[in-house]
């Protein structure tokens, strides 16, 4: 449930932090709104866009992505945002630096700006969301110590009363009578005839072999 709730929060405010970040001055006080998508793959130009054709688009895509990804519980999502945010930001400052021959951070405003750092910090966010959040796949499993308990399996005194205290046990051995012939000398049961465990006083029979 803690990573559930933190990877929302994460998520949220990183997405929150890459869609703010246009509208903030990215370098040398221009706003990020003003760079176009194409300058990014055919060089910086000093021309603005439009919103619609401006940095802003991606990162407005990747805001969707992250709440569907947080609304389907998919960290795959989630982190593709942040891909997204990162990729487009590393590419901006790619563009930047060559045009520019260098990039700048100081304190006078005219490097590096507030910006930057809030998509670069979105992005590193949404990454970190979709590692601490569960997915869909990944619920915690309740402890519950009735259900994962080896249960030991019952006794049966009904079934053992059936087919075992009931049950006729063969007779104990009686000695044979006098003059039957006997091919080994006779022994008492193992019980004797006093039951089992009983002694058994009485001699052997008479071997009628040697008369």
Known sequence: MFRSILGWILA??????????????????????????????????????????????PFAFAALLTLAGLLLRSRLLVALAGVVVLGFTVLWM???GQARGGLTVD???TGLDIGVALAFGGGVLLLLAAAVMLGRGQRRRRVDGDKHRRREPEHDYEHEHEHGYDRDYPPHERAPEE????????????????????????????????R
Do not use: C, K, M, N
């Open 12 to 57: 949220l405010v990183g997405a929150t932090a890459a869609v703010l970040s246009p509208f903030r001055t990215w370098y040398d006080g221009r706003l990020g709104r003003d760079y176009r998508i194409g300058d990014l793959f055919g060089g910086i130009t000093d021309s603005e866009a439009g919103i619609a054709g401006s940095i802003l688009l």
């Open 94 to 96: 790619v563009r930047v």
């Open 107 to 109: 304190s006078e405003g």
């Open 179 to 210: 003059g039957a012939e006997q091919p080994f000398p006779w022994r008492p049961g193992p019980g004797g005839p006093g039951g089992p465990g009983g002694p058994d006083d009485r001699p052997p029979p008479p071997d009628h072999r040697y």
